[in-house]
């Protein structure tokens, strides 16, 4: 079975601080995708990466940054948290076939003060 | 864009109730279409999934049929138990057109003993 890991299930931050949140996949896949979700908006892509040092921005980058040194590890940075970035933060993995599944890490839910 | 439609919810059913929850899309090309599930929690994992028209996906008793023809995706199960309360999602991916899952807003189902 694939294996999605996140660094922490829950978290607060204060404003202005900057955060890290680490995705851990142990299926050597290809693609690994940042999300968030917020009651009644879904899943929306932050950034997605096809492979290492390789990163692309979704539909929502802004206020974040990603960085990925190895295949199997996946970082999303917040550079200076605000409130508006309150959410439940989905990381995701796929082999990148045309059929293929993804597969989700718990979360984290970050709370900024 | 490519985009998916869900009912609103939140869906309340007594247990043993037959379950629809209504999934629309539109897309480029021919996607593979999914049902994701999230249990209180916990990340999102395939319900089931098709990935050409008129395919059937089935999965724990739900089902859902490709319909090209109406564009849409319903998820049925005929007897629901309190063990499938959960944010059930509808995705769909046409990677052949150099896209990324796309997800609907899910549809929070209760179901009451």
């Known amino acids: 079975d694939v294996k999605v890991t996140q660094s922490s299930r829950y978290l607060v931050k204060r404003t202005g601080e900057k955060v890290f949140l680490e995705c851990v996949q142990d299926m050597d896949h290809e693609n690994m995708f940042w999300y968030r979700q917020d009651p009644g908006l879904g899943l929306r892509l932050i950034y997605f990466s096809y492979d290492v040092k390789m990163k692309e921005k979704g539909d929502i980058p802004e206020g974040y940054s990603v960085s990925r040194e190895k295949k199997e590890r996946f970082s999303l940075i917040l550079e200076s948290a605000s409130t508006n970035q309150t959410s439940m933060y989905l990381c995701a993995t796929d082999l990148g076939s045309t059929t293929d599944t993804q597969y989700f890490g718990p979360g984290t839910r970050l709370t900024v003060l | 864009g490519n985009s998916v439609t869900q009912m609103e919810g939140p869906v309340t059913l007594s247990e043993e109730a037959f379950l629809t929850i209504n999934c629309t899309y539109t897309?480029?090309?021919?996607?593979?279409l999914f049902w994701y599930v999230q249990y209180p929690g916990e990340g999102l994992q395939l319900l089931l999934k098709?990935?050409?028209?008129?395919d059937k996906g089935s999965n724990k008793g739900f089902e859902a049929t490709y319909r090209k023809e109406t564009t849409s995706f319903h998820l049925e199960k005929g007897s629901v138990q309190v063990s499938d309360s959960a944010v059930y999602f509808c995705?769909?991916?046409?990677?052949?057109?150099?896209?990324?899952?796309?997800f609907g807003p899910g549809t929070r189902l209760s179901v009451l003993p």
């Open positions: 897309a480029t090309g021919y996607p593979s």
């Open positions: 098709a990935t050409k028209a008129d």
């Open positions: 995705a769909l991916i046409s990677r052949n057109y150099g896209q990324n899952f796309v």
